[in-house]
């Protein structure tokens, strides 16, 4: 009986929401950039870390994030797409990028359904290159500092268990 009569209502609430231009999906992502991959031959030219956070209101995709400590100036900072993460892909979405070794990066765009699955899935990644960084690995392509965005949650300190399934955005697709 409650349903039937509240029913309706979330309808017309959902409906004005996506008429009058309020989002209907909103939600906020984040990722730790690290050196990526680090070996005896890389670990020279491939160092630093950085933060990035991206939000998405169902209309507007938007990245901001900083570095530092890179051995040498940033050269460009890109999205990529995945098939799962942890896995190099295409290049999506240029960034604006600082070039220096310590700096930010930035952007504003609107994602095609299906960039926005792979946000809401976890197989969105930040890639930020170098002067120094390799033109390319064996396995795929250059970059200093990478990092897959995942949904926005608590960052807890060194040596400390990571708490929640944030990691594996796939479980809570419902959900964003």
Do not use: C
């Amino acid at each position: 009986m409650i349903f039937k009569l509240f029913a309706p209502a979330l309808l017309v609430a959902l409906a004005a929401s996506s008429i009058f231009g309020a989002p209907v999906f909103s939600a906020d992502y984040q990722t730790n950039l690290g050196p990526m991959p680090l070996d005896d031959e890389t670990k020279a030219v491939i160092a630093g870390r950085g933060d990035a956070t991206a939000s998405y209101d169902g209309k507007t995709f938007v990245v901001n994030g900083d570095f530092r400590g890179l051995p040498s100036n940033a050269t460009t900072a890109h999205v990529f797409t995945s098939q799962v993460a942890g896995m190099p892909g295409p290049k999506i979405l240029d960034l604006d990028v600082t070039k220096a070794t310590s700096g930010t990066i930035s952007g504003s765009f609107s994602l095609t359904a299906a960039q926005t699955r792979a946000l809401r899935t976890g197989k969105l990644y930040i890639q930020i290159n170098s002067e120094k960084a390799p033109a390319e690995y064996p396995w795929g392509p250059k970059g200093t500092l990478w990092g897959w965005l995942f949904p926005a949650h608590e960052t807890v300190g060194p040596n400390i268990p990571q708490q929640d399934h944030w990691f594996i955005p796939q479980l809570d697709i419902s959900s964003r």
